[in-house]
Nanobody, 118 residues
Framework: QVQLVESGGGLVQPGGSLRLSCAAS????????MGWYRQAPGKQRELVAD???????NYADSVKGRFSISRDNAKNTVYLQMNSLNPEDTAVYYC????????????WGQGTQVTVSS
């Protein structure tokens, strides 16, 4: 079973930056299109960025120009560089599959909390 472990979250002031990491492991693990999701309390989980095996990326309009997703296939790791953070970015951030077989096909990890507040 695939395990996904997110890290790198924390408390930052508006305008600050964070870099999130997602380490994947497990006997049945394979990486195709991977994505970063976020969910705030009482709100629906949303996909904010994804990246293909070959490195093509997509972003939600709300984070374009501020977030950058990348991956290191040799290390089975996906990253999310977040710049110019604002309070609306506050959420728990998760990584998971984003295709081609569906969204979130692996078990969800614990996520990492990102809080943007002054």
């Amino acid at each position: 079973q695939v395990q996904l472990v997110e890290s790198g979250g924390g408390l930052v002031q508006p305008g600050g930056s964070l870099r999130l990491s997602c380490a994947a492991s497990g006997s049945s693990f394979s990486m195709y299109r991977m994505g970063w999701y976020r969910q705030a309390p009482g709100k629906q989980r949303e996909l904010v960025a994804d990246i293909t095996r070959g490195g093509s990326t997509n972003y939600a309009d709300s984070v374009k120009g501020r977030f950058s997703i990348s991956r290191d296939n040799a290390k089975n790791t996906v990253y999310l560089q977040m710049n110019s953070l604002n309070p609306e970015d506050t959420a728990v951030y998760y990584c998971n599959s984003a295709g081609p077989y569906g969204l979130g096909t692996n078990d969800w990890g614990q996520g990492t909390q990102v809080t943007v507040s002054s």
